[in-house]
């Protein structure tokens, strides 16, 4: 009955998770209501709790014996595929830091009405008056 094993960790998987967020919830509560660290206690918690969640996964793999065949250990053979990710993590990476300025100038501009474009981008101050005046 493999699938029961299957079951049982992912129940322990989840309880582990919902134990993290229970957690977050109480540090959350308690920092920013009882103290007085204000946005830092709002930010706080969801530091700890994922650092609580990834070391609580950390001890089931090392502990649970249905972990014991697919941890091993550190080896060379982890390190064979760097190369051919970093080709693809690089082109990404400088796509998503080409579109964040995009992305702000979107947000910034996308409120404005056709009107108030007319007044931003107005060549001379004659312009900016006349656009000014269509917008009244």
């Known amino acids: 009955m493999q699938s029961n094993n299957v079951i049982l960790d992912f129940c322990v998987l989840k309880t582990i998770t919902g134990t993290a ?6 540090l959350s509560w308690f920092l920013v209501y009882k103290t007085s660290l204000g946005y830092i206690g709002a930010a706080l918690p969801n530091s700890i709790s994922y650092w609580i969640n990834a070391l609580l996964l950390v001890v089931y793999v090392r502990v649970s014996p249905s972990c ?3 941890w091993t ?3 060379m053979e982890a ?3 760097i190369p051919d990710f970093i080709k693809l993590s690089i082109p990404s990476a400088v796509m998503i830091r080409n579109l964040s300025p995009l992305n702000q100038v979107c947000n910034i ?3 404005l009405s ?3 474009y007319k007044l931003l981008y107005a060549a ?3 312009e900016a008056e006349t656009a000014k005046l269509l917008m009244d």
């Open 73 to 75: 250990g550190f080896s």
């Open 79 to 81: 390190f064979r595929g």
């Open 114 to 116: 056709k009107e108030q």
């Open 21 to 26: 967020t229970l957690l977050h919830l109480f």
């Open 68 to 70: 014991k065949h697919t």
């Open 109 to 111: 501009y996308a409120p």
């Open 124 to 126: 001379d101050k004659d």
